[in-house]
C-alpha cells in the first residue's frame, strides 16, 4: 500500500483516509495545519494514487492490510480521520481495532450500499467507468468536482480538487466502487468504543442528512459538527473550520 508520510519528533500519529474522488493528496490542507502538531500518513486506497488494484476488494480487507502495514513502520496507536469512502474504511478499523484507536473523525459518511458481494457494479459506477475510458484525464476530473460541488465558486479549490480526480483510472473506480457497494457496517457500529466526531457539510448532495444522521444515532457517544456552506469536501472547501474542529477534538 502507498502512503505519505510527515514524522514529528514525539507527536502521536495522525492517519488519513481519502473519498473516492481523491488519493493521499486531498490531505494538502491538513497536511500543512497538523505538521507541527502531530506525525501525518495518508494512505491510497487499493486502486488509487501509487496503491496496486485489489482483487475482490472489499473494505475488512482493505483495513486489515492498512493495520498490518501500521504496524510494519510501528505505528501501534493513532487518531483516524475518514473521509466519505475513507470514512466507510475508518469506522471498520475503529470497531475491528479498539485497542490502536485514540479517536475517530468520520466526514460525510454513512455505512456502505449493503448490496450482495458479487452484485453488477452500481448504476452510478457503470456511468463512471465509461465516461473515464471516453474522456481526457482534464475533462474527467472537472466533471467529478462539477457533480460533487455544484456550487464550487472557488477555482483554486475547484482546480486543486480536479486535478487529483485527474489521476482516477478504471481500476481506482472499480475498487473503491466495488468495496463500497457490498458494504453494510450497521452491526459493527456498536463496537466503535473510542470518542468519535462526525462532520457534516450543510451542503452535500452525496451524503443524505437520512445517512449521516443514522451514524450520528447509532455511534452513541459521537459529536456531531456541521459545517454551513459547504458540500461534499469540506476538507477543503472550508479547510479552517475543519482543520480547528478536528484540532480542538483532538486536544480535549
Not at 502521536?12 to 506525525?39: D, M
Not at 496507536?77 to 475491528?96: C, D, E, P, R, T
Not at 476538507?235 to 486536544?251: G, H, K, M, P, R
Amino acid at each position: 500500500m502507498s502512503y505519505r508520510i510527515h514524522k514529528e519528533k514525539d507527536k502521536p500519529y495522525l492517519v488519513f483516509l481519502h473519498g473516492y474522488n481523491g488519493n493521499s493528496k486531498s490531505w494538502a490542507y491538513q497536511f500543512s495545519y497538523f505538521k507541527n502538531k502531530f506525525s501525518l500518513i495518508a494512505f491510497d486506497f487499493p486502486g488509487f494514487g501509487g496503491s496496486e488494484k485489489m482483487n475482490d476488494p472489499d473494505m475488512f480487507k482493505v483495513s486489515n492490510l492498512i493495520y498490518r502495514t501500521l504496524k510494519k513502520i510501528n505505528v501501534q496507536k493513532f487518531s483516524l480521520v475518514g473521509h466519505s469512502m475513507g470514512g466507510m474504511l475508518a469506522q471498520i478499523l475503529a470497531a475491528n481495532y479498539p485497542e490502536s484507536i485514540y479517536k475517530l473523525i468520520l466526514s460525510c459518511t454513512h455505512t456502505g450500499y449493503a448490496l450482495n458481494y458479487k452484485s453488477p457494479l452500481r448504476e452510478p459506477y457503470m456511468k463512471r467507468l465509461e465516461q473515464r475510458k471516453e474522456m481526457s484525464d482534464l475533462d474527467y476530473g472537472k466533471l467529478r468536482i462539477k457533480k460533487m460541488l455544484p456550487n464550487m465558486g472557488d477555482t483554486n479549490i475547484f482546480n486543486f480538487l480536479a486535478k487529483i480526480s485527474e489521476e482516477i483510472t478504471e481500476e481506482s473506480i472499480l475498487c473503491g466502487g466495488t468495496a463500497m457497494q457490498i458494504l453494510n457496517t450497521k452491526s459493527i457500529l456498536y463496537k466503535i468504543k473510542c470518542p468519535c466526531l462526525i462532520l457534516t457539510g450543510s451542503d452535500d448532495i452525496v451524503v443524505s442528512k437520512e445517512k449521516s444522521s443514522f451514524l450520528i444515532d447509532q455511534i452513541t457517544h459521537s459529536m456531531h459538527h456541521e459545517i454551513d456552506g459547504v458540500g461534499h469536501a469540506p476538507y477543503c472547501e472550508n479547510y479552517t473550520e475543519f482543520n480547528d474542529v478536528i484540532n480542538s477534538f483532538l486536544t480535549s
